[in-house]
């Protein structure tokens, strides 16, 4: 599998943004997908997550209420959906793929794909 994210940009704050992470090859369903960013100068840090039929979610504290992650098996693709986002929510975003569910550490997420940034700012 690999991994392409879109959708970053610049927006207002109390905006919304939705991220897509399209994947290639067949065994998309076959992995639990996530979401994390690195703000400038921090360490990369979980956002959120899901499992192979997206049965069960995961967020961040820091999100949770206004952040939605889903996943569409017949079109390979996984979104986060940003809603009142806030400055403290820009950051380089980046999906990710693991065999294992509900994982929040970046060392169990096997492939990764580029980034897409994010900025939040009047």
């Known amino acids: 599998v690999q991994l392409q994210a879109s959708g970053g940009g610049l927006v207002q704050p109390g905006g919304s943004l939705r991220l897509s992470c399209a994947a290639s090859?067949?065994?998309?369903?076959?992995?639990?997908m996530g979401w994390f960013r690195r703000a400038p100068g921090k360490e990369r840090e979980f956002v959120a997550s899901?499992?192979?039929?997206?049965?069960?979610?995961y967020y961040a504290d820091s999100v949770k209420g206004r952040f939605i992650i889903s996943r569409d098996n017949d079109k390979n693709t996984v979104s986060l959906q940003m809603d009142s986002l806030k400055p403290e929510d820009t950051a380089v975003y980046y999906c990710?793929?693991?065999?294992?569910?509900?994982?929040?550490?970046?060392?169990?997420?096997?492939?990764w794909g580029q980034g897409t940034q994010v900025t939040v700012s009047s």
């Open positions: 990710a793929a693991t065999t294992r569910p509900g994982q929040t550490n970046a060392w169990a997420y096997t492939i």
């Open positions: 899901i499992t192979w039929s997206g049965g069960s979610t």
């Open positions: 090859g067949r065994t998309f369903s076959s992995y639990c």
